[in-house]
């Protein structure tokens, strides 16, 4: 395989691991901190790209459009916090999986009533085409943006984390939660803002997935998959984790889809390499996690020791 | 009151039995189809489309079909094989239909025929055409009114072939249709594929395989990518910039309305190949596309002339069986001659009941209002076209 190849795949990786990164950032948080699992949170994903599209329509601004959406979904996700999910904190993983699966299947319909099944979003006219990286190295636009945006926010989100009050007290909330609460950390309202973070980030990768992907009902449940799948590879509460185990997931992805081809095409007969090849690639990364799992069961970078 | 109930019932029986006796040839009072299609989700807009065709007949039709009044229980699969089986089962135990049609995707239509065929209920696919029913599994009680899996394909390794282009790259999802139509363009192309890349079904995302693309240079791109996937793909192949130097070729329904419209201006100039084109000037068809914008307001799209299509079939078989749908022998023969005046023009089923009709070339072009619609070539790129696999079928 060529080197400019390699580099374009490479960029492919990295910039679906970001994309992944800002879902399972904010879903990390919510498991590692609030010890919650939250099934709607990919729900949170279609709701942002919805409300950008539908903002980019009404003012024709992208920029207004996908700022707009995340303000709205970061409410929206607190006030969802505030209103319903604080009450099962103190249930069990199964209650709350059981009202987060309700919570899905409620937020597809009534978006589907709101918006309709799909709504148009374009990339803006200034990106649609590509750009010349290096000679022979033509990169689309609008995914140069998509992994700028996303690099930013990684840095951002690693400056809350480990430079800022809050960043600390999350950290305390993720590695022991009642050490936390007994120091006096207002628990309900970091909650509260934690989660209104994690809905912002869920609606930037809506928002800016939409133009490249669809924006239609249900697009949050199979990302949500890997997600979760994300996590688990970089240990729940991390946002480190988080992040190492995006860019893992997206790379292994990418080039399961292309050098893994490449590999088997060289060693096995082409019908053979046909067949297994889109296989393999489409079991790799829960492969990946298995190999994980099994040398590693509290992730890679676990939150709690 | 439990008595008089059974009295009732009993009386019920005794009447239906004496009325079976009297008339054992009664004509149907009604015609009822059972219609499974996908509906919600990112390929909704293909059974949306055929369920409009469909009920379009009907209602052109006065809420009739060959002349019976037609009940269609549409319900929706999901995109999932499983729920199409149920559905199937429920259509054919409960409700009792007599036809059964609707399914776009033949992974899902090949999981629930068998409940069909097993109960002896007719099935007409308005779409999904797979090459397995052509050959070796055919079976009388399946019809294909829309076109074999390969059909489109072998049209456009033609059309690659009469524009001299040498070098061709392949790309379809992992599942026996992607494989059934990349096999049908190489059937007819005699160029070189320098890369075949089979994705997984459903995949929104095909930045890695442009790249692929980009690293074989090759002169042509072919897709088969129905539904979303082809949308996406169209998107980011333009948004890559392939399409300077690499000409992008697509089957007819990668180049439909339901594509043109999200996709917008870079549609224009895309060469497709389909069995059907809106302009066509045949009499049945100006009747059809003016009655389908008159009441949906959109261009139909190939999926909706195969719904239509489908619905006059069997009002063609209803019609000249007298509507006398228990004689399943004479049902079949009436289907099999199909005595109806498609909206593609000519049209005739093989041995294998699979059509044998003319492909055209379309080209998207400027519709007159500023939008864009399919315009076809005036000669077709295949006359009377059947299939590769006719000579397995049994059926004769």
């Known amino acids: 395989m060529p080197g400019v190849l390699v580099l374009e795949q490479s960029l492919n990786g990295l910039q679906f691991g970001l994309m992944l990164f800002l879902l399972a950032a904010g879903l990390t948080l919510v498991f590692g901190v609030m010890d919650m699992i939250n099934l709607a949170h990919g729900s949170l994903y279609m709701v942002g790209a919805f409300l950008a599209a539908w903002l980019v329509a009404l003012t024709g601004s992208f920029v207004v459009g996908v700022v707009g959406a995340v303000a709205l979904t970061a409410v929206f996700g607190m006030a969802l916090e505030a209103g319903l999910l604080r009450t099962l904190y103190a249930r069990d993983h199964l209650s709350q999986v059981l009202a987060t699966f309700a919570l899905v299947l409620i937020l597809n319909d009534g978006v589907k009533m709101i918006f309709g099944n799909d709504l148009p979003l374009s990339a803006p006219a200034a990106l649609a085409g590509p750009v010349e990286l290096l000679p022979g190295l033509q990169y689309p636009a609008y995914r140069l943006l998509i992994l700028g945006v996303g690099l930013a926010l990684a840095l951002l989100l690693w400056l809350l984390v480990q430079k800022t009050r809050m960043g600390a007290l999350v950290r305390a909330g993720a590695s022991n939660r009642a050490m936390a609460t007994a120091m006096g950390t207002d628990i309900p309202r970091l909650f509260t803002i934690v989660f209104g973070i994690g809905a912002g980030l869920c609606a930037v990768a809506g928002a800016l997935l939409g133009p490249l992907l669809a924006v239609q009902v249900g697009m949050g449940e199979n990302i949500l998959i890997l997600a979760f799948v994300v996590i688990v590879i970089g240990g729940i509460g991390s946002i480190r984790g988080a992040l190492v185990g995006a860019i893992l997931v997206g790379a292994i992805d990418t080039l399961g889809r292309t050098l893994l081809q490449h590999i088997l095409r060289e060693f096995l007969p082409p019908q053979w390499a046909s067949a297994a090849g889109p296989a393999i690639a489409s079991i790799a990364v829960y492969v990946f996690m298995a190999i994980v799992l099994a040398i590693k069961p509290q992730g890679l970078f676990p939150a709690r020791t | ?396």
């Open chain 2, 1 to 396: 009151m439990p008595t008089r109930l059974s009295r009732h019932t009993a009386v019920a029986a005794l009447v239906a039995g004496v009325a079976a006796v009297a008339l054992p040839a009664l004509a149907a009072d009604k015609i009822k189809v059972g219609f499974v299609s996908t509906l919600s989700g990112p390929s909704s807009a293909l059974g949306i489309d055929i369920r409009d065709g469909f009920l379009l007949a009907v209602k052109m039709n006065g809420g009739k079909l060959g002349g019976l009044p037609a009940e269609v229980l549409v319900s929706d699969d999901q995109f999932k094989p499983d729920v199409a089986k149920q559905l199937f089962e429920k259509n054919i135990k409960r409700d009792k239909v007599d036809f059964m049609t609707g399914v776009v995707f033949s992974n899902i239509m090949l999981a629930a025929l068998p409940e069909a065929l097993d109960s002896k209920t007719i099935y007409i696919s308005p779409n999904a055409a797979p090459s397995s029913i052509a050959g070796k599994d055919c079976n009388p009680l399946f019809f294909a009114v829309s076109w074999p899996n390969d059909a489109y394909h072998e049209a456009a390794g033609q059309f690659a072939n009469t524009r001299d282009l040498k070098s061709v790259y392949l790309v379809a999802p992992n599942y026996q249709a992607g494989k059934d139509s990349l096999a049908g363009f190489k059937r007819t192309f005699k160029g070189q594929v320098v890369g075949e890349n089979y994705t997984k079904l459903g995949q929104l995302d095909y930045a890695a395989e442009l790249a692929e693309i980009r690293a074989a240079k090759p002169q042509a791109v072919y897709i088969f990518l129905p539904g979303g996937m082809g949308i996406n793909f169209i998107k980011q192949y333009v948004g890559a910039g392939l399409g300077r130097d690499t000409t992008l070729l697509l089957p007819g329904f990668s180049a439909d309305q339901d594509v043109i419209n999200p996709v917008g201006a870079s549609m224009a100039g895309l060469f497709n190949t389909a069995h059907w084109s809106p302009d066509f000037t045949n009499a049945a068809n100006q009747k059809f596309v003016a009655e389908f914008e008159k009441e949906y307001k959109r261009v139909p799209t190939l999926y909706a002339s195969q719904g239509y299509d489908a619905a006059q079939l069997i009002a063609a078989a209803v019609r000249d069986t007298k509507g006398k749908l228990e004689d399943q022998a004479a049902v079949l023969k009436a289907l099999k001659a199909a005595k109806f005046d498609s909206v593609r023009g000519p049209f005739k089923f093989n041995t294998n009941q699979y059509p044998i009709q003319n492909y055209y070339v379309r080209t998207v072009g400027s519709d007159g209002k500023g939008g864009l619609i399919n315009k076809s070539f005036n000669e077709p790129i295949l006359k009377n076209h059947g299939d590769a696999y006719v000579q397995s079928c049994a059926m004769k």
